[in-house]
């Protein structure tokens, strides 16, 4: 069975300042994708990155980074220049490649805080 | 758009009571899933539906019933509530061939007393 493991239960970080996230994971598959979460106060889920384990690139998008080792089952979350609209609830997530009910797996989450 | 709805938002039950969440989508997807949030725990998975006509049991199904009962709608009944249940309840679909990305409802807050 795949796992996830997130192992800080809360981060903070100075606004403008950068923050990165860890995460780990454990699967026998070498099709897979993986995702970070955000959820605010809302309680809404907001993608904010998602990588395919066959690309080799880490994935970018605006101030959010990933650093994906694949060997180590490493997948971190960069956050550059800090806002205080980033506080919130971070998710790692895991999914097998196959779309047919392929549900996705979560870690524990991060709570960040972002101090003015 | 809606994209995935999920009602009501806040519940709250007394033990033993029943109850059903509705979950709604308008993107055409196949697969529907119920997820339940606790604390520390992230999210787990109830049941699923990879297709119309189809439920299979997640990682957390006990006191939980499940209906797709058509390719939009995917109902979680409780049938009788327990305090254990008391937890932040998530619809979600996807993903596609055409989309990586599984999209969440506004969730459910249920409190059992």
């Known amino acids: 069975a795949q796992t996830v493991t997130q192992s800080q239960p809360e981060m903070s970080v100075q606004e403008a300042e950068t923050v990165t996230l860890s995460c780990t994971y454990d699967t026998s598959e070498s099709d897979y994708y993986l995702f970070w979460y955000k959820q605010p106060p809302s309680r809404q889920m907001i993608l904010v990155i998602r990588?395919?384990?066959?690309?080799?690139q880490n994935a970018t998008e605006n101030r959010f980074s990933v650093n994906f080792q694949k060997a180590a089952k490493s997948f971190s979350l960069k956050i550059s220049d800090s806002q205080l609209g980033d506080a919130a609830m971070y998710f790692c997530?895991?999914?097998?490649?196959?779309?047919?009910?392929?549900?996705?797996?979560f870690g524990e989450g991060t709570q960040l805080t972002v101090n003015p | 758009n809606a994209g995935v709805t999920q009602t009501p938002k806040f519940q709250v039950l007394k033990t033993g009571q029943s109850m059903t969440l509705q979950c709604a989508q308008d993107?055409?997807?196949?697969?529907m899933y119920w997820y339940r949030q606790d604390p520390g725990m992230g999210l787990r998975l109830i049941y699923y539906s990879a297709s119309e006509g189809t439920t299979d049991k997640g990682e957390v199904p006990n006191g939980y019933n499940v209906s797709r009962l058509n390719k939009r709608e995917f109902s979680l009944r409780l049938e009788s509530a327990a305090p254990s249940q008391t937890s932040v309840y998530f619809c979600?679909?996807?993903?596609?061939?055409?989309?990586?990305?599984?999209?969440f409802g506004q969730g459910t807050r249920l409190t059992v007393v």
């Open positions: 993107m055409n997807h196949n697969s």
């Open positions: 997530a895991y999914r097998r490649g196959e779309t047919s009910g392929s549900r996705l797996t």
């Open positions: 990588q395919e384990a066959y690309k080799q």
């Open positions: 979600a679909n996807g993903p596609t061939n055409a989309n990586t990305e599984a999209f």
